[in-house]
T-cell receptor, first 114, second 115 residues
Framework: GQQLNQSPQSMFIQEGEDVSMNCTSS?????WLWYKQDPGEGPVLLIA?????ELTSNGRLTAQFGITRKDSFLNISASIPSDVGIYFC??????????????FGEGTQLTVNP | KAGVTQTPRYLIKTRGQQVTLSCSPI?????VSWYQQTPGQGLQFLFE???????NKGNFPGRFSGRQFSNSRSEMNVSTLELGDSALYLC??????????????FGSGTRLTVV
């Protein structure tokens, strides 16, 4: 099925470093979402973006909705050990026919060394 | 407020058997979406139910089916299980359909292993 192109696939960083990951798509999305998934759990929403160009922060997390509506990035500043997990981007076209269907990126596995 | 509840958490089945998974949405949520998560394919949309009607369907074979009850609880069924059906099955609930906001929340999933 269709997926978003998310990069990098994995990152190994030191505690305190900043992290950046991004997603691109060949299709336009009108909503971009960023999730974090811990082992054995479902994804938890971190940030939601609803307007092209929008820049939104949630604590140490900042995400932007690309102007073309085909990309988004997530930054994590001053990483801490509990940031470890898999981060997913997801898009929603916000069309009537799409219901609540989300398209997901492949995920970025983040490892933080203390 | 209780979150999305999926049961069972873990399941082991044999090839050829069928399985039923359950998802209880957050109280008041009327939309339930199901996803399959595997290491190779990532998170793939299965289907969505809203007000007891299938609203949307992903690209999965007919062995995968679902339904929703009047209290918004949803079940998905997989018949004639194959080894490749081993996955984490996630459901997500939201207040309404047609959008990714209004409290779109995932459950913890059911880990299905087919042997």
């Amino acid at each position: 099925g269709q997926q978003l192109n998310q990069s990098p696939q994995s990152m190994f960083i030191q505690e305190g470093e900043d992290v950046s990951m991004n997603c691109t798509s060949s299709s336009i999305f009108n909503t971009w979402l960023w999730y974090k998934q811990d082992p054995g759990e479902g994804p938890v929403l971190l940030i939601a973006l609803y307007k092209a160009g929008e820049l939104t922060s949630n604590g140490r997390l900042t995400a932007q909705f690309g102007i073309t509506r085909k990309d988004s990035f997530l930054n994590i500043s001053a990483s801490i050990p509990s940031d470890v997990g898999i981060y997913f981007c997801a898009g929603h076209p916000r069309e009537e026919t799409s219901g609540s269907r989300l398209t997901f990126g492949e995920g970025t596995q983040l490892t933080v060394n203390p | 407020k209780a979150g999305v509840t999926q049961t069972p958490r873990y399941l082991i089945k044999t090839r050829g058997q069928q399985v039923t998974l359950s998802c209880s949405p957050i109280s008041g949520h009327r939309s339930v979406s199901w996803y399959q998560q595997t290491p190779g394919q990532g998170l793939q949309f299965l289907f969505e139910y809203f007000s007891e009607t299938q609203r949307n369907k992903g690209n999965f074979p007919g062995r995968f089916s679902g339904r929703q009850f009047s209290n918004s609880r949803s079940e998905m069924n997989v018949s004639t299980l194959e080894l490749g059906d081993s996955a984490l099955y996630l459901c997500a609930s939201s207040l309404v359909t047609g959008t990714a906001n209004y409290g779109y929340t995932f459950g913890s999933g059911t880990r299905l292993t087919v042997v």
